[in-house]
């Protein structure tokens, strides 16, 4: 067999092992390291490194069995043929899954990091069931109860939280399973999102990215007796027909992700969650896909690349003696809104002017940028939301008065002390006004800005996402974008304008809205751990805060030296009658009051001391 010409230090071709067509886009990988290439359309590869004789190369492509050769010297560098031998796809709906224990004992430290993930417990998650349900939780019956008061309550009773959230149980009968019994779950139930429903997916539907979870229709998994796991490093050569057999799939960087992280609801009931009139509901893996297409392609990463961190171990198989490269193993604690995540979200910054020269107003602009994500802020589940809060207050910590900007709106939690609360764009806040028993985590109404996808059935109020036939506005910040609000406040009739002033721009995330959480009583999140959302002082996992302290006079300099000096006087003077120098270029000229206003900013000259008279 002729191979195309090459001039790297290894070369081949992957074919299938029937020898009747090339594999492309097969991995090749130096073993244990991250040396790795893919094959092009004709099935050869190329790599432009070794390693110390005699190594192994490894190659794998989706749907087919791992394949190494021991390269020994030189001499074998060239001319390699990979056979590789496809995996039987054949799918027996009821054979029963292999046990995460099981995985345990060649894998311990990766069972360990699943056992403490989320994947672990999605199925007993109190949160979906008190949705669904309302029986987790002592309060679960308040707020929406999905099979209380949606409207396919009859029809489809059990909805389809558990393709995603329990899906080995729910594949054990799809129409009927539901999410199970709380209160007595079965193993299945216990074990969540557990190994083999990403190392035994085979493929996804890309034409059915909408289908929740491990739907059939859309969702290819590997139920049956042939031996097989699925990983992404794809150079495990191990093979015991009676234990595993490995092979590389590269769905598992990015697109298995969407099974569970992109779905419609489905509107009409009709089992359809493509057809018209579906509402996007999560769309996490659409705003990586546009992350993909706008990030620097020397810096993007995959899903695993940031919710799967590099480990510094050196092995991952108890009974394997490869030493790998660091970096090349990782996590499986698979994190996504801890506060490590949360604090590295978005980028903010907060710029402070003197609105006027001569009226004590104060300009706060606060850019907000996502730079440091691969999909919008916040994402999930539609209840996600993050608030922008920013204050100012005097030095008798008493808060100046709101002239301009957004508010938060009734996202933020509406206390018993709130005014009328704007929402006059698309139900998402802007408008002035509105006050909040802030102390207790009711925001509505304070000077800031909610962002969230607001989910609508007719042009109501917010709805659970089953319940939706439209998105009326979704404000939260894409991928590459910024955000920037700009805030101005005036000192009130009892506020000291001359003293300093306390700026606090805070940016907050909830894992749910707050009326919801109310509404639910509850107190820990879905998996048992304490929730920030209801525990002062900032009630939510705080992501950013700029704090600076200031005063009107301050900000009126019109040079680069901060206050006012007689240098900011001849600079005025000097512009006499004509515009505003910078930073007041509003077209309004100078004037003898915005002398007075400097002047009034002068420093208070020195007292002079009566001389010492002399002793006579």
Same mark, same amino acid.
């Given at each position: +067999? ?44 190329? #790599? ?35 056979? !590789? ?47 669904? %349900? ?10 929406? *109860? =999905? ?20 899906? &080995?149980?729910? @594949? ?6 539901? +999410? ?28 059915? !990215? ?22 992404? @490093?794809?150079?495990a050569d191990y093979a015991d027909n009676s234990i595993m057999r490995p092979g590389y799939n590269p769905l ?25 009139? $579906? ?5 996490? =893996? ?12 020397? $810096? ?17 198989? $108890? ?22 995540? #949360? /604090? ?6 907060? /710029?402070?002017?003197?609105? %006027? ?19 919008? &802020? ?21 808060? !100046? ?5 957004? &508010?938060?709106?009734? *996202? ?7 005014? /009328? ?21 009711? =925001? ?18 917010? &709805? ?21 609000? *700009? ?13 300093? #002033? $306390? ?54 300099? !019109? ?12 600079l005025l003077t000097a512009a006499w009658r004509q515009p505003l120098p910078y930073p007041f270029a509003t ?11 400097? *002047? ?17």
């Amino acid at each position: +067999m002729l191979l195309s010409p090459c001039l790297a230090q290894i070369q081949g071709i992957v074919v299938a092992e029937d020898g009747q067509h090339a594999l492309p886009e097969a991995q090749v990988r130096i073993q244990g390291s991250s040396l790795a290439t893919l094959s092009d359309d004709g099935g050869f590869f190329s #790599l432009d490194d070794t390693r110390p004789f005699p190594f192994k190369l490894v190659a794998g492509a989706q749907g087919y069995y791992n394949r190494a050769i021991t390269i020994a010297d030189t001499g074998a560098l060239e001319n390699l043929i990979f056979e !590789l031998e496809a995996v039987d796809t054949t799918v027996i709906p009821d054979h029963p899954f292999n046990a995460p224990a099981s995985c345990s004992g060649c894998h311990p430290n990766q069972f360990s990091e699943w056992l403490r993930s989320p994947m672990a417990q999605t199925g007993l998650n109190t949160w979906v069931f008190d949705l669904l %349900s309302g029986d987790a939780t002592e309060g679960g019956t308040g707020g929406f *109860v =999905y099979q209380r008061d949606s409207v396919h309550r009859l029809t489809h009773p059990n909805s389809d939280c558990s393709a995603c959230h329990s899906p &080995v149980h729910w @594949l054990s009968d799809i129409e009927n399973a539901g +999410m199970g019994d709380f209160h007595n779950p079965n193993q299945a139930m216990r074990e969540g999102v557990q190994c083999e429903v990403c190392h035994r997916a085979l493929e996804i539907d890309e034409s059915k !990215l909408n289908w929740p979870g491990v739907f059939p229709a859309s969702f290819r998994l590997l139920r049956g007796p042939q031996i097989i796991q699925f990983g992404l @490093l794809g150079d495990a050569d191990y093979a015991d027909n009676s234990i595993m057999r490995p092979g590389y799939n590269p769905l598992m960087q990015d697109t298995l992700c969407a099974s569970c992280h992109e779905d419609n609801n489905d509107h009409d009931g009709d089992g359809d969650f493509e057809d018209a009139g $579906s509402v996007p509901h999560e769309t996490t =893996y659409s705003e990586y896909l546009r992350y993909r297409e706008t990030a620097d392609p020397e $810096s993007v990463q995959t899903c695993v690349g940031c919710h799967m961190p590099a480990t510094n171990s050196a092995g991952f198989c $108890s009974f394997s003696n490869v030493i790998r490269d660091p970096g090349t193993i990782r996590s499986h604690e698979l994190r996504g809104t801890s506060p490590d995540y #949360l /604090e590295n979200a978005l980028t903010m910054t907060v /710029e402070t002017t003197a609105a %006027s020269v001569q009226n004590p107003q104060l300009s706060v602009a606060v850019n907000l940028t996502n730079d440091r994500t691969g999909h919008a &802020v916040p994402t999930g589940i539609a209840i996600r939301n993050m608030l922008l809060l920013v204050e100012v207050r005097d030095s008798n910590g008493l808060l !100046l008065n709101q002239t301009a900007g957004t &508010v938060v709106d009734s *996202v933020g939690g509406v206390g018993d002390s709130v005014g /009328e609360v704007g929402d006059s764009v698309g139900g998402i806040g802007d408008s002035v006004g509105g006050s909040a028993d802030a102390e207790n985590g009711y =925001y509505a109404g304070l000077p800031g800005q909610a962002f969230y996808k607001n989910l609508a059935r007719g042009d109501g109020e917010r &709805v659970f996402y089953t319940e939706a036939d439209r998105v009326l506005a979704d404000n939260r910040i894409q991928p590459g974008e910024t955000y920037r609000g *700009v805030f101005a406040f005036e000192a009130g009739p009892s506020s000291d304008a001359d003293g300093p #002033l $306390s700026v606090d721009v805070r940016l907050i995330y909830r894992r749910a809205f707050f009326d919801l959480i109310q509404a639910k009583g509850w107190v820990e999140t879905g998996l048992g751990d304490p929730l920030p959302d209801i525990a002062p002082p900032h009630f939510g996992t705080l992501m950013e805060r700029a704090q600076e302290t200031t005063s009107f006079c301050d900000l009126k300099g !019109l040079d680069v030296t901060p206050g006012i000096q007689i240098a900011d006087i001849n600079l005025l003077t000097a512009a006499w009658r004509q515009p505003l120098p910078y930073p007041f270029a509003t077209g309004e000229t100078t004037s003898v009051l915005d002398l007075a206003a400097l *002047v009034s900013c002068l420093p208070a000259p020195m007292e002079q001391q009566p001389a010492k008279s002399e002793a006579p």
